[in-house]
């Protein structure tokens, strides 16, 4: 092992998920979607659809509100100022979660209601009571 390598043998390297854009090439920022809010107003415009999901959000856009598509309709996202720098498609999910568990979690949901509900009658029966 050579010795301008020892310390490299100690932390092993491991690659970020993602490759980072470069900096002088600056976000990605999908041209069309500029032309279409260029000089405009948000509440002027309805919802701008799109398929650009890569598209990092831009300050321009703040106020907008873009319908992204999921892969199967168009989700209606409304940019706010903590959106900015950010990807449309995270805030355009593709895959619906249904929720864990099976017929266990559906009876314990159906005991958790029909006790919900029998608490709002009594509090309503009890209501009634102090008014006559």
């Known amino acids: 092992m050579h010795l301008s390598l020892y310390p490299y043998a100690l932390t092993p390297f491991?690659?970020?998920?993602?490759?980072?854009?470069?900096?002088?090439?600056?976000?990605?920022?999908y041209d069309r979607l500029l032309k279409k809010i260029d000089g405009k107003k948000p509440e002027d415009v309805g919802v701008i659809k799109t398929w650009a999901r890569a598209s990092v959000i831009s300050p321009e856009m703040l106020g907008f509100t873009f319908g992204v598509h999921n892969g199967k309709d168009f989700v209606?996202?409304?940019?706010?100022?903590?959106?900015?720098?950010?990807?449309?498609?995270?805030?355009?999910l593709t895959r619906k979660f249904t929720r864990h568990g099976g017929k266990m979690q559906k009876e314990l949901e159906a005991k958790k209601k029909a006790a919900e509900l029998q608490a709002a009658k009594a509090a309503k029966a009890s209501g009634d009571s102090k008014k006559k």
């Open 14 to 29: 491991y690659p970020s998920k993602y490759m980072t854009r470069s900096l002088k090439k600056g976000p990605y920022v």
């Open 76 to 92: 209606e996202v409304k940019v706010t100022e903590d959106m900015i720098g950010h990807r449309f498609g995270e805030f355009s």
